[in-house]
Structure formats: structure tokens, C-alpha cells
């Protein structure tokens, strides 16, 4: 089955530590996303990676870190710096990072990561 | 940066009751349009979406969407609702051309009472 699979679904975590979620996908997409969802405030985006090798901040990135070294993978850390990492990560891609021909605009979400620190 | 503003948090209907979700965003440029769906226990999926051309789109579960650009508004329908089209519902918006990354609303949770 295509699709992106995100490890690991629960993950607590003390604080002080740094912990790595895992994103891949098997869709041969260009570009991939992590957002992070909080009761009453929607999708907000940390990283995006139109390319791999390539990623841009996104509107919260501050006390996270991703890379993309691999097209199929997209793995998110959050450091001890992010003040507030107890939440719901998600990770999705789509065909291509920039709108053109062939974008379709759609997003592929994965089932998600909570985190809880402890 | 766009801002989307989602007006309700949390709509309760009875089954076969109609539905409208408010969304605008503050963008006055070029713009893609969302609407995605996320049912209990499952992952976000796309509803709908709006590019260009005519700016009522139709989509999947009889859903639609109306695009007003002199309102900035991109509101979700459903003429008759189902209880299983329970689930929390996120706008989501898209600047063109120098900025492909979508900006989701808050999100709204619709119960649909049996």
C-alpha cells in the first residue's frame, strides 16, 4: 500500500531530551511537511523539504530539526530548546514542492505522532 | 503571512440537518483553496479543492465549496448531513505564486446526532 507511515505513534519523553519521529514515504513525492496540531489551533507548519537536501523553516521552527537525505524520508527532531513539544505531529507530502504543472496541491497525511513530555 | 479564520470551533446538527463552515483567509493575491476532512481515528484527507474556473467546487461525500473572492471566503456545504460526516473539518490556503505551503485554520469539530 502507498502511502506515509510515521513511527513512532506514542512517544513520551522527559524532559531535557531530544527525540527523533520518524516519516516515510513511499509515494515517490516530491516534497514533504511537518506540521504540529493543538486543540484549537489547527496545522501549524515546523519544517517543509520541496527537495531532497533542501528544507526551509516553516512558522514554528524554533527548537526543531529535520534533514533529507533520503527523497523517501523526512525525520523530525525535537530538541530540548522547543519549550513546549507536548503534541500531536504530523507528517505529509505531495507530489511537488512548488505549484506548476502537474500540482495537484493535495496533501498525504500520515497517522500521526503524539508526544507527551513527562 | 496568511492568516485563516475558521468561525466556528464546534457545530452539533441532527442527522439530515444542512451545514455550512465559515473560513476566510486575509490574502488578497492569487490563491488555492482547501478543505480537508479528519474522521474519527483517521488521518487528514482532502474534501475538496479550488484552483481556478468556476468558483462553486463539488466534492467528494456531496460536499461543496463556494469560492467569494471580494470576501476572501471559501465557505463548505452540505445540504443534508449524515452521521458519519462527524469529524473535525480544516480549511487550508495556498499563495500564489511565491509561496506553495499551506496555512490550516483552526478547525472545526461537526457532531452529527443519530
Known amino acids: 500500500d502507498g502511502g506515509i507511515t510515521q513511527s513512532p505513534k506514542y512517544l513520551f519523553r522527559k524532559e531535557g531530551q531530544n527525540v527523533t519521529l520518524s516519516c516515510e514515504q513511499n509515494?515517490?513525492?516530491?516534497?514533504m511537511y511537518w506540521y504540529r496540531q493543538d486543540p484549537g489551533q489547527g496545522l501549524r507548519l515546523i519544517y517543509y523539504?520541496?527537495?531532497?537536501?533542501?528544507?526551509q523553516k516553516g512558522d514554528i521552527a524554533e527548537g526543531y530539526s529535520v534533514s533529507r537525505e533520503k527523497k523517501e524520508s523526512f525525520p523530525l527532531t525535537v530538541t530540548s530548546a522547543q519549550k513546549n513539544p507536548t503534541a500531536f505531529y504530523l507528517c505529509?507530502?505531495?507530489?511537488?514542492?512548488?505549484?506548476?504543472?502537474?500540482?495537484?496541491?493535495?496533501?498525504?497525511f500520515g497517522e500521526g505522532s503524539r508526544l507527551t513530555v513527562l | 503571512a496568511q492568516s485563516v479564520s475558521q468561525h466556528n470551533h464546534h457545530v452539533i446538527l441532527s442527522e439530515a440537518a444542512s451545514l455550512e463552515l465559515g473560513c476566510n483567509y486575509s490574502?488578497?493575491?492569487?490563491?488555492?483553496l482547501f478543505w480537508y476532512v479528519q474522521y474519527p481515528g483517521q488521518h487528514l484527507q482532502l474534501l475538496l479543492k479550488?484552483?481556478?474556473?468556476?468558483?462553486l467546487v463539488k466534492g467528494i461525500k456531496g460536499f461543496e465549496a463556494e469560492f467569494i473572492k471580494s470576501k476572501f471566503s471559501f465557505n463548505l456545504r452540505k445540504p443534508s448531513v449524515q452521521w458519519s460526516d462527524t469529524a473535525e473539518y480544516f480549511c487550508?490556503?495556498?499563495?500564489?505564486?511565491?509561496?506553495?505551503?499551506?496555512?490550516f485554520g483552526a478547525g472545526t469539530t461537526v457532531t452529527v446526532r443519530a
Open positions: 505529509a507530502s505531495s507530489i511537488y514542492g512548488l505549484a506548476g504543472l502537474g500540482d495537484t496541491g493535495e496533501l498525504f
Open positions: 509515494l515517490n513525492h516530491d516534497a
Open positions: 523539504s520541496q527537495i531532497v537536501n533542501d528544507f
Open positions: 490574502y488578497g493575491g492569487t490563491v488555492n
Open positions: 479550488y484552483f481556478s474556473g468556476d468558483p
Open positions: 487550508a490556503v495556498r499563495d500564489l505564486p511565491n509561496d506553495y505551503k499551506l496555512s
